[in-house]
């Protein structure tokens, strides 16, 4: 069973930065996706970045030009480098991870960023930007 855990939340000023790291506990797959949601109250659960095996990223508007996603496969750890925060960033934010393999990168469920077909999932770390 592979089982995802998120650390690296916490509280920081706007402008700021957070590292958010995800460890992963089994091997995934030789095709795996893997991507960072987050969810604020009363909001959907969205997609933040998404990478795959072949190290295909995709961002959301909000987060292109300042988070960086990344994975060290030697560590079983996905990353996700956030500059430059925004007190709209402050949400619980999700590491997901999916074994499937999809001739298209962009169709995976970590590309489209469909919560509801990714397999795994961890509990989440809160990250709270203040003005």
């Known amino acids: 069973q592979v089982q995802l855990a998120e650390s690296g939340g916490g509280s920081v000023q706007a402008g700021g930065s957070l590292r958010l790291s995800c460890s992963v506990s089994?091997?995934?797959?030789?095709?795996?996706?893997m991507a960072w949601f987050r969810q604020s109250p009363g909001k959907e659960r969205e997609g933040v970045a998404a990478?795959?095996?072949?190290?295909?990223?995709t961002y959301s508007y909000s987060a292109k030009g300042r988070f960086t996603i990344s994975v060290d496969n030697a560590k079983n750890t996905l990353y996700l480098q956030m500059n430059s925060l925004d007190p709209e960033d402050t949400a619980v934010y999700y590491c997901?991870?999916?074994?499937?393999?999809?001739?298209?990168?962009?169709?995976?469920?970590?590309?489209?960023?469909?919560?509801?077909?990714?397999?795994?999932w961890g509990q989440g770390t809160q990250v709270t930007v203040s003005p």
């Open positions: 089994a091997y995934i797959s030789g095709s795996y996706c």
């Open positions: 990478i795959d095996y072949e190290l295909a990223t």
């Open positions: 997901a991870a999916d074994p499937n393999y999809y001739t298209d990168y962009d169709v995976s469920p970590c590309a489209a960023f469909n919560p509801h077909q990714i397999a795994y």
